[in-house]
T-cell receptor, first 110, second 114 residues
Framework: QKEVEQNSGPLSVPEGAIASLNCTYS??????FFWYRQYSGKSPELIMF????GDKEDGRFTAQLNKASQYVSLLIRDSQPSDSATYLC??????????FGRGTSLIVHP | DAGITQSPRHKVTETGTPVTLRCHQT?????MYWYRQDPGHGLRLIHY???????DKGEVSDGYSVSRSKTEDFLLTLESATSSQTSVYFC?????????????FGPGTRLTVL
């Protein structure tokens, strides 16, 4: 069974700090990796995806992928209170159906 | 928002009654999905569709059926609702983004079964 693991948190960081969110996955054949942000009472919204080893940057967000160690992470620089949300990791393997982690709750305090 | 709407947005019903949730998309996406989201479980796939009248089961399909008679509409039916089906239901579509199949979600339906 394909598994995607995330620490449920909450992860609490001060405003302006770097928030680091981590995700591990069990399926070595996984090909694409996604980060979603979900505010309370809202639907998940895509932040970014990555499919090659290394880093991918988009504004204040950086996704990092290490296929050999089977983990993917999301760094949020200059964290703002508006970044407070649950962050979902999703992984796609050969079936093209994503498997989602349970999410990490992030709290950015002023 | 990938042009996805869900109806109703909120529904309260009683155990044993049938319930149908609708997902509507305006951009001719081939793949559509139904998920439920519960505390402690995250997003779990119920059913998905890969074309008109082409559907398949996800990991939590028991007690649910789906239909897709038109590209734009994907219906989720609870034949006889139970309290364990109280949840938030999300519809999603899949779209090619930079060569990667990426899911986008509708606004969700909050269903309460009393």
């Amino acid at each position: 069974q394909k598994e995607v693991e995330q620490n449920s948190g909450p992860l609490s960081v001060p405003e302006g700090a770097i928030a680091s969110l981590n995700c591990t996955y069990s399926d070595r054949g996984s090909q694409s990796f996604f980060w979603y942000r979900q505010y309370s009472g809202k639907s998940p919204e895509l932040i970014m995806f990555i499919y090659s080893n290394g880093d991918k940057e988009d504004g204040r967000f950086t996704a990092q992928l290490n296929k050999a160690s089977q983990y993917v992470s999301l760094l949020i620089r200059d964290s703002q209170p508006s970044d407070s949300a649950t962050y979902l990791c999703a992984v796609i393997g050969g079936s093209y159906i994503p498997t989602f982690g349970r999410g990490t709750s992030l709290i950015v305090h002023p | 928002d990938a042009g996805i709407t869900q109806s109703p947005r909120h529904k309260v019903t009683e155990t044993g009654t049938p319930v149908t949730l609708r997902c509507h998309q305006t951009e001719n996406h081939r793949y559509m999905y139904w998920y439920r989201q519960d505390p402690g479980h995250g997003l779990r796939l119920i059913h998905y569709s890969y074309g008109v009248k082409d559907t398949d089961k996800g990991e939590v399909s028991d007690g649910y059926s789906v239909s897709r008679s038109k590209t734009e509409d994907f219906l989720l039916t609870l034949e006889s609702a139970t309290s364990s089906q109280t949840s938030v239901y999300f519809c999603a579509i899949s779209e090619q983004t930079s060569g990667t199949d990426t899911q986008y979600f509708g606004p969700g339906t909050r269903l309460t079964v009393l």
